[in-house]
C-alpha cells in the first residue's frame, strides 16, 4: 500500500499569526517531503505566515510535490530584511513542484516609496517567488501581492505551467513586473490577470516555445519582449504567442524591446494575436521590424484603433507573415503609418 504523505506547516512549529518568523518550519517541512520516497504534500492552513527569504533546494527524491496553501505567506515589514538578497521565495533545482492556490504578500510599498522619493540608500528589492533551473513546475490559483521588485520569476526552467494568477500592486510601483521569464522553454502563462507598476509579463533572453493566452493587464507597461542586445553573445527568442490578451490603462501594448548595440542575440517567430487595448488612450509611434513567421489566423497584422484615438506613426519594416503557407491580409481602422522595405501581408497604414 503506498503512503501518501502530507506535512502541515503547523506541525513544524510555524504559527497562523503573521508574527512569528515561520522560516525554519517551512524549511523543515520542505526538507521532509523532499526526502520523501513517495509524492508528498505541504499543507499551508488558514492564517498568515510571516517567513524571511528562504530557499527550496532539490534534488529531491520524489518528482511530485505540491504546496497546498489555504493561507497568506507574508514577508517582513522591514523592507530591509529581504530587500538585499534579490529573492524572498527560492526554489532551485526542482523537478515537478506544484504550488496551488494561497496568497504571497511581499509587503514592497514602504520600499516603493522608498524608491519613488529618489532616495539613495534604498535597496534593490526581492522577487516575491523564483523559480531557477527547475522543470516540471506548475503554478495555479495562486495571488502574489506588492511584491518588492518582480512577483514571479522563471530562470534557466523547462516545462512550466502558470494558471489561474493573480498579481497585484500599485501602477506606480517601480520594477514590480508580473511574471519575467528567461533562458527558459516550454513555458504556458494562461487564464491570470495581472495589475502592477512595470511590465506584466517580461520575456528575458533565451526563451523559447511561451504561449501567453487569456490575460488581463493593467495597470503596467504591457507585454514586452527585451530588453535584449544588451550582451553580443545572446541567446535568442523565438516562438512566442501572445493572444487574447485584454490591456487596460497600460503604456503599451505588446512591444520588443531591444537595446542599440551589436549583439548576434535575435527574436523570431512571434505572435501577437486577440488583443484589444482598452485603455481609450493614444498610441503613435510604434515600430515592428523583421517579423518574421506565421499567423494562425488569416489576418496576421491587426490594427484596430479607437475613432476617438486615432493611432498614428506606425510602422512595418521587413515583416512576413504567412497563413497556412499562403498570403495574410492585414486589416487597419483608424491606424496610420507607413510600410518600409518588404512587408507582407501587404499594408493596410
Known amino acids: 500500500m503506498a503512503v501518501s504523505s502530507t ?3 503547523i506541525k513544524f512549529g510555524a504559527k497562523p499569526d503573521g508574527k512569528t518568523d515561520s522560516t ?3 524549511l523543515n517541512a520542505w526538507t521532509k517531503a523532499c526526502s520523501s520516497v513517495y509524492p508528498a504534500t505541504i499543507y499551508v492552513p488558514q492564517g498568515k505566515f510571516l517567513l524571511g527569504t528562504a530557499t527550496f533546494s532539490g534534488k529531491c527524491t520524489n518528482k511530485a510535490i505540491s504546496i497546498t496553501i489555504d493561507g497568506t505567506l507574508v514577508a517582513p515589514s522591514n523592507y530591509r530584511i529581504t530587500g538585499k538578497s534579490g529573492n524572498w521565495l527560492k526554489f532551485q533545482h526542482v523537478d515537478g513542484v506544484s504550488i496551488r492556490g ?3 504578500d511581499g509587503q514592497g510599498t514602504a520600499l516603493w516609496d522608498c524608491k519613488n522619493s529618489d532616495k539613495n540608500n ?6 516575491t517567488l523564483e523559480f531557477s533551473s527547475s522543470k516540471n513546475i506548475m503554478i495555479s490559483g495562486l495571488t502574489s501581492m506588492n511584491s518588492q521588485m518582480f512577483h514571479i520569476a522563471f530562470n534557466g526552467c523547462e516545462n512550466v505551467k502558470v494558471d489561474g494568477v493573480k ?3 500599485a501602477g506606480n510601483s517601480p520594477n514590480t513586473d508580473g511574471i519575467h521569464v528567461q ?3 516550454h513555458v504556458t502563462i494562461i487564464n491570470s490577470k495581472i495589475r502592477t507598476g512595470d511590465d506584466c509579463i517580461s520575456i528575458g533572453p533565451g526563451t523559447s516555445n511561451l504561449w501567453i493566452e487569456n490575460i488581463a493587464c493593467g495597470p503596467g507597461h504591457g507585454i514586452s519582449i527585451g530588453s535584449l542586445g544588451w550582451e553580443l553573445n545572446e541567446p535568442g527568442v523565438q516562438n512566442v504567442t501572445v493572444k487574447t490578451v485584454t490591456f487596460t490603462g497600460t503604456q503599451n501594448g505588446v512591444r520588443i ?3 542599440g548595440r551589436s549583439s548576434n542575440g535575435f ?3 512571434i505572435v501577437f494575436q486577440d488583443a484589444i487595448m482598452a485603455s481609450g488612450i493614444k498610441i503613435r509611434d510604434v515600430t515592428y521590424q523583421n517579423i518574421h513567421g506565421t499567423s494562425a489566423t488569416q489576418v496576421a497584422v491587426k490594427f484596430d484603433c479607437s475613432s476617438k484615438y486615432p493611432c498614428n506613426g506606425l510602422k512595418l519594416k521587413d515583416v512576413k507573415l504567412t497563413y497556412k503557407n499562403q498570403v495574410a491580409i492585414a486589416s487597419c481602422s483608424h491606424a496610420g503609418g507607413a510600410a518600409l522595405g518588404t512587408v507582407q501581408p501587404e499594408s493596410c497604414l
Open 7 to 9: 506535512y502541515n506547516v
Open 24 to 26: 525554519k518550519a517551512f
Open 102 to 104: 494561497g496568497v504571497l
Open 122 to 127: 534604498c535597496p534593490t528589492g526581492a522577487t
Open 167 to 169: 498579481i497585484m500592486a
Open 183 to 185: 533562458k527558459s522553454y
Open 257 to 259: 524591446k531591444s537595446w
Open 267 to 269: 527574436v523570431r517567430n
